[in-house]
């Protein structure tokens, strides 16, 4: 808009110039044509040309204040343009947002009644936990018993083991003394058996002669069978070894 005021401005300069030119080329004429030269104005011109180029110069001054004021007005507008179009994308997010209101109080609730399921079933989880601790304490406790019985079965068989070795062992002592009785019982037999043959020998030398027996006074050198007696029960040893 300013460039083409600017030229017209120039068109204007350029008409004012050629009409003053045109003045000065028919003043000439009747400058040679008039007698009288005292009446002309030879500076008539240049005072209309300097006039107008004044003129012409605050014109062109005021064009230039105007092409700088409009371009700081059209840096205004377009900062103020720029402010707008911000401005209508910041509505047109907010509108577009307010839209999406409704599906995010939808999902909200979604979300909440997803949060109202988990709740419950963490309730679910939690009484299924204190149930598995409750388990495993059962367990644990049972598994005690087990660790326990097999404790004692252990120190039951290690006890009979002790016991058999024990019942072997009396037995076994049992039998040696039973053993050296018998043995003690049959040397004492012997001994009187032959004491008993060098008396019969003795009153068959006798008899053979004199013909007849001196009974001597028999000394009892030792009890006999029927009349030994075991210090042993056998009932209490027989009980002992039933068990």
């Not at 005072?47 to 059209?74: M, P, T």
């Not at 936990?129 to 598994?143: A, K, M, P, R, T």
């Not at 039973?178 to 068959?204: I, N, P």
Request: proline share 2%.
């Amino acid at each position: 808009m300013f460039g083409s005021l600017r030229n017209k401005f120039q068109t204007v300069q350029e008409g004012i110039s050629a009409s003053i030119r045109g003045l000065s080329i028919n003043e000439n004429p009747k400058h040679k044509k008039s007698t009288n030269v005292r009446n002309v104005n030879y500076h008539a011109g240049a005072d209309i040309l300097h006039r107008y180029q004044l003129q012409w110069n605050e014109l062109h001054e005021l064009a230039e204040e105007n092409a700088e004021k409009a371009q700081g007005a059209d840096k205004l507008i377009g900062t103020i343009y720029e402010r707008l179009e911000q401005e209508w994308k910041n509505i047109t997010c907010l509108n577009s947002t307010l839209a999406y209101i409704p599906k995010i109080n939808n999902a909200i609730q979604d979300l909440m009644d997803q949060i109202g399921t988990l709740q419950e079933m963490f309730e679910e989880v939690e009484g299924a936990i204190y149930q598995l601790e409750d388990l495993n304490e059962i367990l644990d406790l049972q598994s005690r018993q087990l660790d326990h019985r097999f404790q004692l079965a252990l120190y039951e068989e290690k006890k009979l083991t002790e016991l058999n070795i024990v019942k072997a062992k009396l037995a076994n002592e049992h039998i040696e003394r039973v053993s050296q009785y018998e043995q003690k019982q049959q040397k004492m037999l012997k001994e009187r058996q032959e004491t008993f043959d060098e008396v019969f020998k003795e009153q068959l030398e006798e008899y053979k002669a004199t013909g007849s027996i001196c009974k001597l006074p028999v000394t009892q050198q030792g009890p006999s069978l029927d009349e030994i007696d075991l210090d042993v029960d056998p009932t209490t040893f027989n009980e002992f070894l039933e068990k």
